[in-house]
């Protein structure tokens, strides 16, 4: 087998290699995998070099960014895992109002980075997510009403191809390329460097939380999606129900990114439909806020969740959004929690043909999540959260790519084909065949080459 000292910078770790179990070792505990090989790439000749050995030794390939990812796509059973973590720098030109992202960043990287300026850029709610995985998706965030997904933000892209060359992509530069990364997933190749357009946004939010018992609060979340379609794009509306001592509490309210003192005039129309059991309103700076839903338990915990895009928020899905998949309201505490965070602004206001991310009229998107410790519970909880996602189904046009569950991609086309228009995955097919015909890059949200 090839040595590490002939041809990686980085680290190679095999079975039994101190480090490796962490290595491999990814947010969803169910994921217990094991590659027979994890390169802990030192840059993008590690990366050019480690593609070209799988390749040679016809092993699968995985690729590790932050591996959020809750299908584990990261780690490849038996074969070659491309870790980028090691590559995960920030360089921010304040004049240009510009930062160059390694493929192996995390969030909260960016954002440090960015913020000692005042500056930032759409970045999702959780700082311990990979850079990579959100962008190449999509990327949601506080800011995208305000400045459109990650993957409008990005300038440019340097990626690593099948056959191990390195190539930029960007409007001006392999166009058909960086329409595809733009929200195709990692299925062209591995992005070792982001180029990122900053924004100034200043350090100050608020965050604004009202909650009412889940049995009262039909009409309240009736009032609140009329609120979210004047609300300014500064602010993220935002609602979710989880299970309390005292019952079911729905929590509705909006993230401001900005001046607090512009966002507390909507606090009247907020405190208007109806009376909440407990209010808080904060004003965390917005490092704070890109931290605050950060997981506490890290990798300990068995992971699942299901998503929906949702156009429109009749009676009918609120009601069912209440529910969670229980059949009444003194519901389970074992019911999955679900959410719902706003979309429309600068997301809405980029033509839908212009990026592969799709679903640019979607009005809220929807999740129902569950994590828990004990492997008997699995198929419990899994249900439950199937059975949330199939309740709010109906009403659905679409889905995150990045949502995408391991059983819904286990059933041929059918959920790539719920995450791109028809016109769209005709596009990317094109795209995919162009740049990777062989289907090197499959372990992923896959879109299939042309025969």
Not at 12 to 32: E, K, S
Not at 319 to 339: H, K, M, N, Q, T
Not at 414 to 428: F, N, Q, T
Request: glycine share 12%; proline share 5%.
């Amino acid at each position: 087998m090839t040595t590490t000292a002939t041809r990686f910078d980085g680290q190679v770790l095999t079975p039994g290699d101190a480090g490796y179990d962490t290595a491999r070792t990814v947010w969803n505990a169910m994921i217990d995998r094991r590659p027979r090989m994890i390169v802990r790439a030192a840059g993008v000749a590690d990366v050019v070099a480690a593609v070209r050995l799988a390749r040679e030794l016809d092993l699968e390939i995985g690729v590790r960014c932050g591996g959020h990812n809750a299908a584990g796509f990261a780690v490849p059973d038996g074969g070659l895992m491309i870790d980028l973590t090691p590559m995960g720098g920030v360089r921010v030109d304040p004049a240009r109002r510009r930062a160059r992202v390694q493929g192996g960043a995390l969030l909260g990287a960016l954002d440090r980075a960015s913020q000692a300026y005042g500056l930032a850029t759409t970045a999702g709610n959780v700082s311990h997510t990979g850079v990579g995985g959100l962008t190449l998706g999509g990327g949601m965030g506080w800011l995208a009403r305000q400045y459109g997904l990650a993957c409008d933000n990005v300038v440019s892209y340097t990626m690593v191809t099948a056959e191990g060359d390195v190539m930029t992509a960007s409007r001006t530069e392999n166009p058909d390329l960086f329409w595809g990364l733009r929200g195709g997933g990692g299925n062209f190749g591995i992005v070792t460097e982001f180029e990122f357009e900053l924004h100034r946004t200043g350090t100050r939010t608020m965050v604004a939380e009202f909650d009412f018992r889940a049995e009262d609060a039909v009409p309240v979340v009736e009032g609140w999606r009329d609120l979210n379609a004047v609300a300014p794009r500064q602010a993220t509306f935002t609602a979710s129900v989880g299970s309390t001592p005292a019952g079911p509490i729905a929590t509705l309210g909006f993230v401001w990114v900005g001046d607090p003192a512009d966002g507390r005039r909507l606090l009247p129309a907020m405190r208007a439909l109806g009376r909440p059991v407990a209010s808080r309103v904060t004003t965390p700076s917005y490092l704070e806020l890109q931290r605050r839903e950060d997981s506490t338990g890290g990798h300990a915990y068995r992971r699942y969740a299901k998503g929906h895009y949702l156009r429109s928020l009749p009676t009918a899905a609120i009601e069912a959004f209440l529910l969670r998949g229980g059949s009444d309201l003194s519901a389970s505490p074992d019911l999955p929690g679900v959410g719902l965070q706003a979309h429309g602004g600068a997301i809405a206001d980029v033509p839908e043909a212009d990026a592969a991310f799709s679903h640019r009229g979607t009005m809220f998107e929807f999740g129902a999540g569950t994590r828990w410790s004990d492997p008997d519970e699995d198929d419990a909880r899994m249900g439950a959260a199937r059975a949330a996602g199939a309740s709010l189904e109906p009403y659905a046009s679409g889905i995150y790519v990045n949502s995408l569950t391991a059983d819904e991609l286990a059933d041929g086309q059918r959920g790539v084909r719920r995450a791109y228009s028809a016109a769209k995955l005709a596009r990317l097919t094109a795209v995919k065949t162009a740049y990777d015909p062989a289907n090197v890059f499959h372990l992923n949200q896959n879109i299939r080459p042309a025969l």
